[in-house]
């Protein structure tokens, strides 16, 4: 178990719907990561956010947006879902960012979306 | 812009051989380089990382190797087993704190 903790576990929805993912970090983490990964596909970098903050931004669709909450959960939403949009979600947490300190970032067991 | 390029795609070994895997990165200012292991439908999980002020690092069968000069890193892999069958991603921290990740590389190592 690493401390991170995503829900839902599993998701199946019809096109065009908005769906919502939530990720609660590690204790005592400032920084979380979203990850989509598709199927056979490497790990695609989404969007981090540090302390509330955006911090740094990936190849994230104009549908899909995020945000941390001042308790430190993130949630990443989904709209206008497309059948591309079936992967799995990750979120991740460091204590800080992984450019001056190297933190290392833990994974949550991540959020299988289905767009049917 | 940053990227890691990370090859073989996919590798087959025999257990008790060495597996290597190597990857590259763009970004000169990257000083952190953690590997990943994934089993599938599993989180990638932690499973040796090393920082821009060593060239290598060993943690019983595996190991890490890096030339920041030529910005590369390379995973070895001695006496594989069976378990060690997966999915492999290195990864390189940009300068805005992300982490970036290879393509992956899928390791079968056959009993």
């Known amino acids: 178990d690493s401390g991170v903790t995503q829900t839902p576990k599993h998701l199946i929805t019809a096109t065009g719907q908005r769906v919502t993912l939530r990720c609660s970090p590690r204790?005592?983490?400032?920084?979380v990561y979203w990850y989509q990964q598709s199927l056979d596909q490497g790990l695609q970098f989404l969007i981090q956010?540090?302390?509330?903050?955006?911090?740094a931004k990936g190849n994230i669709l104009e549908r899909f947006s995020a945000q941390q909450f001042p308790d430190l959960h993130s949630e990443l939403n989904l709209s206008s879902l497309e059948l591309g949009d079936s992967a799995l979600y990750f979120c991740?947490?460091?204590?800080?960012?992984?450019?001056?300190?190297?933190?290392?970032?833990?994974f949550g067991e991540g959020s299988w979306l289905t767009v049917v | 812009g940053e990227n890691v390029e990370q090859h073989p795609s996919t590798l087959s070994v025999q257990e008790g051989d060495s597996a290597v895997i190597k990857c590259t990165y763009s970004?000169?200012?990257?000083?952190?380089f953690p590997w990943y292991k994934q089993e599938l439908g599993k989180r990638p999980q932690l499973i040796i990382d090393?920082?821009?002020?060593?060239g290598e690092k060993k943690d019983q069968r595996i190991a890490v190797t890096l030339n920041k000069t030529a910005k590369h890193f390379s995973l070895h892999i001695t006496e594989t087993q069976p378990e060690d069958s997966a999915v492999y991603f290195c990864?390189?921290?940009?300068?805005?704190?992300?982490?970036?990740f290879g393509q992956g590389t899928t390791l079968q190592v056959k009993p």
């Open positions: 956010y540090y302390n509330g903050e955006e911090r």
């Open positions: 990864a390189a921290n940009g300068n805005t704190g992300k982490l970036i």
């Open positions: 090393i920082r821009s002020n060593v």
């Open positions: 204790s005592g983490d400032l920084s």
């Open positions: 970004d000169s200012a990257s000083n952190y």
């Open positions: 991740a947490s460091s204590v800080g960012t992984a450019s001056s300190s190297g933190n290392t970032i833990y």
